[in-house]
Protein backbone atom coordinates (compact mmCIF):
# COMPACT_ATOMS: atom_id res chain seq x y z
CA UNK A 1 0.00 0.00 0.00
CA UNK A 2 1.35 3.41 -1.01
CA UNK A 3 2.29 5.83 1.58
CA UNK A 4 -0.08 8.99 1.89
CA UNK A 5 2.94 11.16 1.63
CA UNK A 6 3.76 9.86 -1.66
CA UNK A 7 0.03 10.66 -3.09
CA UNK A 8 0.10 14.28 -1.25
CA UNK A 9 3.16 15.12 -3.18
CA UNK A 10 2.17 13.69 -6.85
CA UNK A 11 -0.94 15.32 -6.30
CA UNK A 12 0.84 18.50 -5.98
CA UNK A 13 3.17 18.28 -8.51
CA UNK A 14 0.97 16.82 -11.46
CA UNK A 15 -1.79 19.28 -10.41
CA UNK A 16 -4.55 17.17 -8.85
CA UNK A 17 -5.27 19.07 -5.09
CA UNK A 18 -3.23 21.68 -3.58
CA UNK A 19 -3.72 23.17 -0.23
CA UNK A 20 -6.24 25.72 -0.18
CA UNK A 21 -4.90 29.30 0.48
CA UNK A 22 -1.09 28.02 0.81
CA UNK A 23 0.64 31.52 -0.14
CA UNK A 24 -1.16 32.36 3.19
CA UNK A 25 0.27 29.58 4.96
CA UNK A 26 -3.15 27.65 4.44
CA UNK A 27 -6.27 26.64 5.93
CA UNK A 28 -6.22 23.36 8.30
CA UNK A 29 -7.74 20.69 6.40
CA UNK A 30 -9.29 22.40 3.05
CA UNK A 31 -7.88 21.63 -0.28
CA UNK A 32 -8.38 22.57 -3.69
CA UNK A 33 -8.54 20.23 -6.78
CA UNK A 34 -6.29 21.47 -9.69
CA UNK A 35 -6.35 20.98 -13.24
CA UNK A 36 -6.34 17.16 -13.06
CA UNK A 37 -7.87 16.77 -9.87
CA UNK A 38 -11.06 18.48 -10.97
CA UNK A 39 -11.14 16.48 -14.30
CA UNK A 40 -10.88 13.16 -11.72
CA UNK A 41 -13.72 14.16 -9.02
CA UNK A 42 -15.85 15.48 -11.99
CA UNK A 43 -15.83 11.81 -13.68
CA UNK A 44 -16.51 10.72 -10.64
CA UNK A 45 -19.48 12.43 -10.10
CA UNK A 46 -20.62 11.68 -13.42
CA UNK A 47 -19.96 8.02 -13.32
CA UNK A 48 -21.72 7.95 -9.84
CA UNK A 49 -24.91 10.29 -10.87
CA UNK A 50 -25.16 8.27 -14.82
CA UNK A 51 -24.97 5.05 -12.51
CA UNK A 52 -28.06 5.93 -9.96
CA UNK A 53 -29.95 8.48 -11.83
CA UNK A 54 -29.50 8.05 -15.63
CA UNK A 55 -29.47 4.69 -16.14
CA UNK A 56 -32.28 3.92 -13.56
CA UNK A 57 -36.16 3.73 -14.09
CA UNK A 58 -36.57 4.20 -10.24
CA UNK A 59 -34.40 7.57 -9.75
CA UNK A 60 -34.60 11.06 -9.90
CA UNK A 61 -32.43 13.91 -9.23
CA UNK A 62 -32.47 17.32 -6.98
CA UNK A 63 -29.99 19.66 -5.88
CA UNK A 64 -31.42 21.82 -3.09
CA UNK A 65 -29.60 24.57 -1.50
CA UNK A 66 -26.68 24.58 1.40
CA UNK A 67 -28.80 26.77 3.97
CA UNK A 68 -32.07 25.99 4.91
CA UNK A 69 -34.83 26.75 7.31
CA UNK A 70 -32.85 26.56 10.61
CA UNK A 71 -36.28 24.26 11.64
CA UNK A 72 -35.04 22.25 9.59
CA UNK A 73 -31.96 20.81 12.01
CA UNK A 74 -34.15 20.66 14.66
CA UNK A 75 -36.49 18.36 13.32
CA UNK A 76 -33.74 16.11 11.74
CA UNK A 77 -32.33 16.18 15.00
CA UNK A 78 -28.79 17.59 14.31
CA UNK A 79 -29.39 20.52 16.79
CA UNK A 80 -29.58 18.26 19.48
CA UNK A 81 -27.63 15.20 18.57
CA UNK A 82 -24.73 15.91 15.83
CA UNK A 83 -22.38 15.94 18.06
CA UNK A 84 -19.34 13.72 18.92
CA UNK A 85 -17.59 13.69 22.31
CA UNK A 86 -14.26 15.93 22.62
CA UNK A 87 -11.59 16.10 24.87
CA UNK A 88 -9.07 18.52 25.36
CA UNK A 89 -5.46 18.53 26.69
CA UNK A 90 -4.97 20.56 29.98
CA UNK A 91 -1.61 21.56 28.79
CA UNK A 92 -1.21 21.86 25.24
CA UNK A 93 -4.90 22.93 24.34
CA UNK A 94 -4.98 20.23 21.57
CA UNK A 95 -8.38 19.06 20.30
CA UNK A 96 -9.11 15.38 20.29
CA UNK A 97 -12.31 13.22 19.51
CA UNK A 98 -12.60 11.17 22.41
CA UNK A 99 -14.12 7.93 20.79
CA UNK A 100 -11.17 7.52 17.81
CA UNK A 101 -7.91 9.16 20.04
CA UNK A 102 -6.90 5.49 20.03
CA UNK A 103 -6.50 5.55 16.89
CA UNK A 104 -3.13 8.26 17.13
CA UNK A 105 -0.02 7.84 17.23
CA UNK A 106 0.86 9.13 20.52
CA UNK A 107 4.08 10.78 22.32
CA UNK A 108 5.30 8.69 25.33
CA UNK A 109 7.98 9.92 27.83
CA UNK A 110 9.29 6.39 29.04
CA UNK A 111 10.34 6.12 32.65
CA UNK A 112 12.29 2.88 31.70
CA UNK A 113 14.54 4.44 29.48
CA UNK A 114 15.30 7.69 30.96
CA UNK A 115 12.48 9.48 29.80
CA UNK A 116 13.26 8.64 26.46
CA UNK A 117 10.88 9.96 23.66
CA UNK A 118 8.80 7.46 21.30
CA UNK A 119 6.18 7.57 19.45
CA UNK A 120 3.99 4.87 19.43
CA UNK A 121 1.03 3.57 17.14
CA UNK A 122 -1.90 3.94 18.51
CA UNK A 123 -3.53 1.43 20.71
CA UNK A 124 -0.04 -0.31 21.64
CA UNK A 125 1.36 -0.24 25.18
CA UNK A 126 5.07 0.86 25.34
CA UNK A 127 7.47 -1.74 24.41
CA UNK A 128 10.27 -0.59 27.03
CA UNK A 129 7.56 -0.01 30.20
CA UNK A 130 4.56 -1.78 29.05
CA UNK A 131 2.24 1.65 29.86
CA UNK A 132 -0.84 2.38 27.95
CA UNK A 133 -1.51 6.17 27.02
CA UNK A 134 -3.27 8.00 29.33
CA UNK A 135 -1.84 11.80 28.66
CA UNK A 136 -2.65 13.65 25.82
CA UNK A 137 -0.95 11.69 22.56
CA UNK A 138 0.26 15.22 21.20
CA UNK A 139 2.71 16.73 23.86
CA UNK A 140 2.79 13.62 25.52
CA UNK A 141 2.76 15.41 29.20
CA UNK A 142 -1.10 17.23 29.08
CA UNK A 143 -3.99 15.33 31.60
CA UNK A 144 -7.35 14.85 29.20
CA UNK A 145 -10.65 16.50 30.09
CA UNK A 146 -14.01 14.79 30.65
CA UNK A 147 -15.35 14.19 27.31
CA UNK A 148 -17.72 16.97 26.35
CA UNK A 149 -20.29 17.16 23.37
CA UNK A 150 -19.53 19.37 21.01
CA UNK A 151 -21.86 20.34 17.79
CA UNK A 152 -20.25 19.87 14.32
CA UNK A 153 -22.48 22.47 12.31
CA UNK A 154 -21.40 25.57 10.71
CA UNK A 155 -22.99 28.85 12.63
CA UNK A 156 -23.67 31.90 10.13
CA UNK A 157 -26.62 34.47 9.98
CA UNK A 158 -28.56 35.17 7.00
CA UNK A 159 -29.06 38.52 6.18
CA UNK A 160 -27.42 41.88 7.46
CA UNK A 161 -28.25 41.05 11.11
CA UNK A 162 -26.05 39.22 13.49
CA UNK A 163 -29.09 38.02 15.83
CA UNK A 164 -30.06 34.72 17.24
CA UNK A 165 -33.17 35.40 15.01
CA UNK A 166 -31.14 34.95 11.98
CA UNK A 167 -28.68 32.25 12.76
CA UNK A 168 -28.18 29.71 9.86
CA UNK A 169 -26.49 26.68 9.37
CA UNK A 170 -24.18 25.41 6.47
CA UNK A 171 -26.14 21.89 6.10
CA UNK A 172 -24.18 19.07 7.39
CA UNK A 173 -25.46 16.39 4.72
CA UNK A 174 -27.51 16.84 1.65
CA UNK A 175 -29.65 14.37 2.46
CA UNK A 176 -32.42 16.75 4.04
CA UNK A 177 -32.59 18.92 1.42
CA UNK A 178 -34.28 15.69 -0.27
CA UNK A 179 -36.17 15.11 2.35
CA UNK A 180 -37.57 18.52 3.00
CA UNK A 181 -38.73 18.40 -1.14
CA UNK A 182 -39.91 14.56 -1.22
CA UNK A 183 -43.83 15.68 -1.20
CA UNK A 184 -42.48 17.93 -4.55
CA UNK A 185 -40.64 15.64 -6.04
CA UNK A 186 -43.28 12.79 -5.88
CA UNK A 187 -46.25 15.25 -6.57
CA UNK A 188 -44.88 16.74 -9.86
CA UNK A 189 -42.61 13.95 -11.40
CA UNK A 190 -46.02 11.47 -10.35
CA UNK A 191 -43.21 8.51 -8.71
CA UNK A 192 -44.61 5.37 -7.37
CA UNK A 193 -43.04 3.35 -4.42
CA UNK A 194 -40.20 2.21 -4.51
CA UNK A 195 -38.31 5.35 -5.83
CA UNK A 196 -35.21 7.14 -4.90
CA UNK A 197 -34.27 10.65 -4.90
CA UNK A 198 -30.05 11.46 -5.61
CA UNK A 199 -28.08 14.61 -5.18
CA UNK A 200 -24.31 15.38 -5.32
CA UNK A 201 -23.21 18.97 -3.14
CA UNK A 202 -21.27 20.25 -0.87
CA UNK A 203 -21.69 19.96 2.80
CA UNK A 204 -20.22 21.03 5.84
CA UNK A 205 -18.91 19.87 9.43
CA UNK A 206 -16.96 21.46 12.24
CA UNK A 207 -14.72 18.14 12.36
CA UNK A 208 -12.46 17.59 15.49
CA UNK A 209 -9.67 16.10 13.98
CA UNK A 210 -9.71 16.65 10.48
CA UNK A 211 -6.33 14.75 8.47
CA UNK A 212 -5.50 12.59 6.52
CA UNK A 213 -4.98 14.39 3.52
CA UNK A 214 -9.00 15.08 1.76
CA UNK A 215 -10.29 12.10 3.69
CA UNK A 216 -11.82 13.87 6.68
CA UNK A 217 -12.38 17.92 5.96
CA UNK A 218 -14.50 20.60 7.46
CA UNK A 219 -15.78 21.12 3.50
CA UNK A 220 -16.81 18.25 1.02
CA UNK A 221 -19.00 16.86 -1.24
CA UNK A 222 -21.24 13.88 -0.68
CA UNK A 223 -23.28 11.86 -3.44
CA UNK A 224 -26.32 10.80 -1.62
CA UNK A 225 -29.38 8.59 -2.65
CA UNK A 226 -32.59 8.00 -0.38
CA UNK A 227 -34.93 5.35 -1.78
CA UNK A 228 -38.08 5.15 -0.83
CA UNK A 229 -39.53 2.15 0.07
CA UNK A 230 -43.24 0.60 1.03
CA UNK A 231 -42.15 -0.46 4.96
CA UNK A 232 -41.55 -4.30 5.78
CA UNK A 233 -39.67 -3.93 2.23
CA UNK A 234 -37.15 -1.91 3.89
CA UNK A 235 -34.59 -4.89 5.07
CA UNK A 236 -34.61 -6.35 1.89
CA UNK A 237 -33.45 -2.65 -0.07
CA UNK A 238 -31.37 -2.43 2.19
CA UNK A 239 -29.41 -5.60 1.49
CA UNK A 240 -29.67 -4.87 -2.28
CA UNK A 241 -28.13 -1.10 -1.88
CA UNK A 242 -25.22 -2.58 0.13
CA UNK A 243 -24.47 -5.13 -2.33
CA UNK A 244 -25.08 -2.83 -5.32
CA UNK A 245 -22.84 -0.07 -3.76
CA UNK A 246 -20.19 -2.69 -2.99
CA UNK A 247 -19.98 -3.48 -6.81
CA UNK A 248 -19.99 -0.04 -7.70
CA UNK A 249 -16.15 0.73 -7.04
CA UNK A 250 -14.33 -2.75 -8.13
CA UNK A 251 -17.09 -1.76 -11.81
CA UNK A 252 -14.17 1.73 -11.65
CA UNK A 253 -11.14 -0.04 -10.69
CA UNK A 254 -10.46 -0.58 -7.07
CA UNK A 255 -9.07 -3.48 -5.79
CA UNK A 256 -11.92 -6.16 -4.06
CA UNK A 257 -9.70 -7.29 -1.48
CA UNK A 258 -9.25 -3.12 -0.77
CA UNK A 259 -12.90 -3.21 0.03
CA UNK A 260 -14.87 -4.65 2.99
CA UNK A 261 -18.21 -3.93 5.14
CA UNK A 262 -18.51 -3.08 8.74
CA UNK A 263 -22.08 -3.02 10.43
CA UNK A 264 -22.48 -0.72 12.99
CA UNK A 265 -22.95 -1.87 16.33
CA UNK A 266 -26.15 -1.35 18.31
CA UNK A 267 -24.89 1.65 20.35
CA UNK A 268 -22.78 3.03 17.49
CA UNK A 269 -25.70 3.86 15.22
CA UNK A 270 -27.30 7.10 14.72
CA UNK A 271 -30.27 8.15 16.24
CA UNK A 272 -32.54 7.67 13.25
CA UNK A 273 -31.19 4.12 12.08
CA UNK A 274 -32.27 0.65 12.33
CA UNK A 275 -29.38 -1.33 10.77
CA UNK A 276 -26.42 0.64 9.54
CA UNK A 277 -23.16 -0.61 7.53
CA UNK A 278 -19.94 0.62 6.23
CA UNK A 279 -18.35 0.29 2.88
CA UNK A 280 -15.05 0.60 4.20
CA UNK A 281 -11.36 1.18 2.25
CA UNK A 282 -7.94 -0.15 3.03
CA UNK A 283 -6.73 3.79 2.94
CA UNK A 284 -3.09 3.87 3.59
CA UNK A 285 -4.10 5.20 7.28
CA UNK A 286 -5.76 1.64 7.47
CA UNK A 287 -9.32 0.50 6.98
CA UNK A 288 -12.09 3.62 6.97
CA UNK A 289 -15.24 4.51 5.86
CA UNK A 290 -15.90 5.35 2.33
CA UNK A 291 -19.59 5.22 1.92
CA UNK A 292 -22.21 4.40 4.87
CA UNK A 293 -25.99 2.43 3.64
CA UNK A 294 -28.09 2.70 6.72
CA UNK A 295 -31.77 2.14 7.01
CA UNK A 296 -33.15 5.65 8.18
CA UNK A 297 -36.71 3.90 8.69
CA UNK A 298 -39.66 6.72 8.64
CA UNK A 299 -37.93 9.08 11.33
CA UNK A 300 -37.43 12.27 8.93
CA UNK A 301 -40.29 11.79 7.42
CA UNK A 302 -42.63 11.92 10.29
CA UNK A 303 -39.98 14.56 12.00
CA UNK A 304 -40.32 16.78 8.75
CA UNK A 305 -44.10 16.27 8.71
CA UNK A 306 -44.43 16.83 12.35
CA UNK A 307 -42.09 20.31 12.78
CA UNK A 308 -43.69 21.97 9.77
CA UNK A 309 -46.86 20.76 10.05
CA UNK A 310 -46.85 19.49 6.26
CA UNK A 311 -48.32 15.68 5.38
CA UNK A 312 -45.03 13.97 3.84
CA UNK A 313 -46.76 10.21 2.68
CA UNK A 314 -47.66 8.45 0.27
CA UNK A 315 -51.07 6.74 -0.73
CA UNK A 316 -50.57 3.58 -1.35
CA UNK A 317 -52.92 2.50 -4.64
CA UNK A 318 -52.90 -1.33 -3.57
CA UNK A 319 -54.35 -1.01 0.36
CA UNK A 320 -55.83 2.31 -0.21
CA UNK A 321 -54.02 3.82 2.62
CA UNK A 322 -51.56 6.65 3.40
CA UNK A 323 -48.36 5.82 4.93
CA UNK A 324 -45.18 7.18 5.34
CA UNK A 325 -42.19 5.30 3.52
CA UNK A 326 -39.27 3.80 4.86
CA UNK A 327 -35.77 5.54 3.76
CA UNK A 328 -32.28 3.49 2.47
CA UNK A 329 -29.63 5.83 2.10
CA UNK A 330 -26.80 5.22 0.44
CA UNK A 331 -24.52 8.11 1.16
CA UNK A 332 -20.99 8.21 -0.56
CA UNK A 333 -18.17 11.31 -0.32
CA UNK A 334 -16.71 12.60 -3.47
CA UNK A 335 -13.77 13.35 -2.19
CA UNK A 336 -13.37 10.03 -0.12
CA UNK A 337 -14.04 7.96 -3.54
CA UNK A 338 -11.69 10.21 -5.31
CA UNK A 339 -8.82 9.53 -3.01
CA UNK A 340 -9.40 5.99 -2.60
CA UNK A 341 -9.62 5.03 -6.85
CA UNK A 342 -6.68 7.41 -6.54
CA UNK A 343 -4.30 5.57 -3.96
CA UNK A 344 -5.80 2.12 -5.86
CA UNK A 345 -4.56 3.41 -9.16
CA UNK A 346 -0.87 4.07 -8.18
CA UNK A 347 2.22 1.78 -9.36
CA UNK A 348 5.36 2.07 -8.98
CA UNK A 349 7.11 -0.88 -11.27
CA UNK A 350 10.25 -0.80 -13.01
CA UNK A 351 10.70 -1.05 -16.29
CA UNK A 352 14.22 -1.31 -18.01
CA UNK A 353 16.15 -0.38 -15.30
CA UNK A 354 14.26 2.60 -14.83
CA UNK A 355 11.38 3.13 -12.09
CA UNK A 356 7.85 3.63 -13.79
CA UNK A 357 5.22 5.23 -11.73
CA UNK A 358 1.45 4.91 -12.74
CA UNK A 359 -1.80 6.04 -12.01
CA UNK A 360 -3.53 3.33 -13.68
CA UNK A 361 -7.08 4.58 -13.62
CA UNK A 362 -10.13 3.24 -15.40
CA UNK A 363 -10.24 4.92 -18.67
CA UNK A 364 -13.49 6.56 -17.14
CA UNK A 365 -12.41 8.24 -14.52
CA UNK A 366 -8.95 9.18 -16.16
CA UNK A 367 -8.38 13.22 -16.42
CA UNK A 368 -6.91 13.21 -19.56
CA UNK A 369 -8.05 10.08 -22.01
CA UNK A 370 -5.92 11.27 -24.98
CA UNK A 371 -2.33 12.38 -25.42
CA UNK A 372 -1.08 13.07 -28.65
CA UNK A 373 2.45 13.06 -29.34
CA UNK A 374 4.85 14.16 -32.04
CA UNK A 375 7.65 11.79 -32.48
CA UNK A 376 9.52 14.38 -34.81
CA UNK A 377 8.79 18.12 -32.94
CA UNK A 378 10.72 19.98 -36.46
CA UNK A 379 8.83 18.09 -38.83
CA UNK A 380 6.01 20.45 -40.02
CA UNK A 381 4.00 18.18 -41.23
CA UNK A 382 3.69 15.67 -38.20
CA UNK A 383 3.34 18.86 -36.09
CA UNK A 384 0.10 19.83 -38.19
CA UNK A 385 -1.38 16.66 -38.22
CA UNK A 386 -0.68 15.76 -34.24
CA UNK A 387 -2.25 19.46 -33.32
CA UNK A 388 -5.82 18.97 -36.32
CA UNK A 389 -5.91 15.39 -34.44
CA UNK A 390 -5.66 16.49 -31.03
CA UNK A 391 -8.32 19.53 -31.87
CA UNK A 392 -10.74 16.62 -33.09
CA UNK A 393 -10.32 14.13 -30.84
CA UNK A 394 -10.65 17.12 -27.88
CA UNK A 395 -14.00 17.23 -28.82
CA UNK A 396 -15.18 14.24 -27.78
CA UNK A 397 -12.60 13.68 -25.05
CA UNK A 398 -10.22 14.87 -22.63
CA UNK A 399 -7.38 15.13 -25.10
CA UNK A 400 -3.56 17.00 -24.50
CA UNK A 401 -1.17 17.85 -27.26
CA UNK A 402 2.90 17.79 -25.50
CA UNK A 403 5.92 18.05 -27.43
CA UNK A 404 8.31 19.56 -24.98
CA UNK A 405 10.43 15.98 -24.58
CA UNK A 406 11.52 13.38 -26.16
CA UNK A 407 9.18 10.04 -26.55
CA UNK A 408 10.22 8.26 -23.44
CA UNK A 409 9.56 11.60 -21.14
CA UNK A 410 6.64 12.26 -22.32
CA UNK A 411 5.16 8.74 -21.99
CA UNK A 412 6.54 8.61 -18.45
CA UNK A 413 4.63 11.85 -17.69
CA UNK A 414 1.37 10.34 -19.46
CA UNK A 415 1.56 7.75 -17.16
CA UNK A 416 2.52 9.41 -13.60
CA UNK A 417 -1.37 11.48 -14.48
CA UNK A 418 -2.78 7.72 -15.60
CA UNK A 419 -3.80 8.72 -18.85
CA UNK A 420 -4.96 5.46 -20.81
CA UNK A 421 -3.59 6.50 -24.40
CA UNK A 422 -0.96 7.82 -25.85
CA UNK A 423 -1.38 8.20 -30.16
CA UNK A 424 1.83 9.10 -31.46
CA UNK A 425 2.18 10.77 -35.34
CA UNK A 426 5.33 9.57 -37.13
CA UNK A 427 7.18 10.06 -40.49
CA UNK A 428 4.60 7.18 -41.67
CA UNK A 429 1.87 8.60 -40.59
CA UNK A 430 2.25 12.09 -43.25
CA UNK A 431 4.88 10.66 -45.73
CA UNK A 432 7.94 11.91 -46.96
CA UNK A 433 10.06 11.72 -50.08
CA UNK A 434 10.66 7.93 -49.60
CA UNK A 435 7.40 6.79 -49.01
CA UNK A 436 3.99 7.83 -48.92
CA UNK A 437 1.90 8.87 -46.00
CA UNK A 438 -0.07 5.73 -44.97
CA UNK A 439 -2.11 8.30 -42.51
CA UNK A 440 -2.52 6.11 -39.51
CA UNK A 441 -1.42 6.13 -35.80
CA UNK A 442 0.07 4.34 -33.05
CA UNK A 443 -2.30 3.89 -30.11
CA UNK A 444 0.01 3.55 -27.25
CA UNK A 445 -1.66 1.76 -23.98
CA UNK A 446 -0.30 2.72 -20.48
CA UNK A 447 -0.71 -0.14 -18.53
CA UNK A 448 0.92 -2.96 -20.37
CA UNK A 449 3.00 -0.51 -22.68
CA UNK A 450 1.74 -1.88 -25.96
CA UNK A 451 1.13 -0.20 -29.31
CA UNK A 452 -1.80 -0.54 -32.06
CA UNK A 453 -1.23 1.38 -35.37
CA UNK A 454 -4.75 2.52 -36.80
CA UNK A 455 -5.89 4.00 -39.98
CA UNK A 456 -6.47 7.99 -38.80
CA UNK A 457 -10.04 7.40 -40.14
CA UNK A 458 -10.67 4.56 -37.39
CA UNK A 459 -9.40 6.24 -34.74
CA UNK A 460 -12.06 7.72 -32.98
CA UNK A 461 -14.33 4.35 -33.66
CA UNK A 462 -11.55 2.62 -31.80
CA UNK A 463 -10.84 5.03 -28.60
CA UNK A 464 -14.80 4.87 -28.14
CA UNK A 465 -14.18 1.14 -27.99
CA UNK A 466 -10.83 1.56 -25.67
CA UNK A 467 -12.29 4.26 -23.62
CA UNK A 468 -15.27 1.52 -22.64
CA UNK A 469 -12.75 -0.75 -21.91
CA UNK A 470 -13.45 -2.94 -24.48
CA UNK A 471 -9.62 -3.76 -25.37
CA UNK A 472 -9.97 -7.82 -26.11
CA UNK A 473 -11.39 -6.92 -29.77
CA UNK A 474 -9.26 -4.19 -30.63
CA UNK A 475 -6.14 -6.10 -29.91
CA UNK A 476 -7.42 -9.20 -31.58
CA UNK A 477 -7.61 -7.26 -34.55
CA UNK A 478 -4.34 -6.11 -34.61
CA UNK A 479 -2.66 -9.20 -33.42
CA UNK A 480 -1.46 -7.87 -30.00
CA UNK A 481 -1.69 -10.87 -27.37
CA UNK A 482 -2.47 -8.97 -23.71
CA UNK A 483 -2.53 -10.27 -20.11
P1 LIG B 1 -16.89 9.40 9.81
O1 LIG B 1 -17.28 8.29 10.75
O2 LIG B 1 -15.69 9.08 8.95
O3 LIG B 1 -16.85 10.76 10.41
P2 LIG B 1 -19.62 9.55 9.13
O4 LIG B 1 -20.10 8.18 9.51
O5 LIG B 1 -19.89 10.70 10.02
O6 LIG B 1 -18.07 9.49 8.74
P3 LIG B 1 -21.63 9.91 7.21
O7 LIG B 1 -22.40 10.86 8.02
O8 LIG B 1 -22.13 8.51 7.06
O9 LIG B 1 -20.13 9.88 7.68
O10 LIG B 1 -21.40 10.58 5.78
C1 LIG B 1 -21.47 9.86 4.58
C2 LIG B 1 -20.20 9.97 3.78
O11 LIG B 1 -19.79 11.33 3.62
C3 LIG B 1 -19.01 9.28 4.41
O12 LIG B 1 -19.00 7.91 4.13
C4 LIG B 1 -17.85 9.99 3.74
O13 LIG B 1 -17.58 9.43 2.47
C5 LIG B 1 -18.37 11.40 3.57
N1 LIG B 1 -17.87 12.24 4.66
C6 LIG B 1 -18.40 12.40 5.89
N2 LIG B 1 -17.67 13.25 6.62
C7 LIG B 1 -16.65 13.65 5.83
C8 LIG B 1 -15.55 14.55 6.01
N3 LIG B 1 -15.37 15.22 7.14
N4 LIG B 1 -14.69 14.72 4.98
C9 LIG B 1 -14.85 14.07 3.81
N5 LIG B 1 -15.87 13.22 3.59
C10 LIG B 1 -16.77 13.01 4.57
Known amino acids: MVEMDKIVSLCKRRGFIFQSSEIYGGTGSCWDYGPLGVELKNNVKRVWWRDSVQNRADMVGLDSSILMHPRVWKASGHLDHFTD ?8 KKRFRSDKIEDDIWLHFCA ?33 TEPRQFNLMFKTFMGPVEEDAAVAYLRPE ?134 SGKALDYFDEESKQKIVPYV ?4 AGADRATLAFLVDAYREEQVKGEKRVVLNFHPELAPIKIAVLPLLKKNARIVETAHKLCADLRRRWRSVYDDTASIGRLYRRQDEVGTPFCVTVDVQTVGDDQAAADDKVTIRDRDQMQQVRVALSALPAVMEKLIAGEWAEIYRQHGVTRD
Open 85 to 92: PMVDCRDC
Open 112 to 144: ATKGNKFNIPGGEPCKHCGAKRTLCPACGKGEL
Open 174 to 307: TAQGIFVNFDNVLQSMRMKLPFGIAQIGKSFRNEITPGNFTFRTREFEQMEIEFFVVPGTDEEWHQRWLDERFAWYPRYGIRKGNLRLREHEPDELAHYAKRTADIEYLFPMGWSELEGVANRTDFDLKQHAEF
Open 328 to 331: IEPS
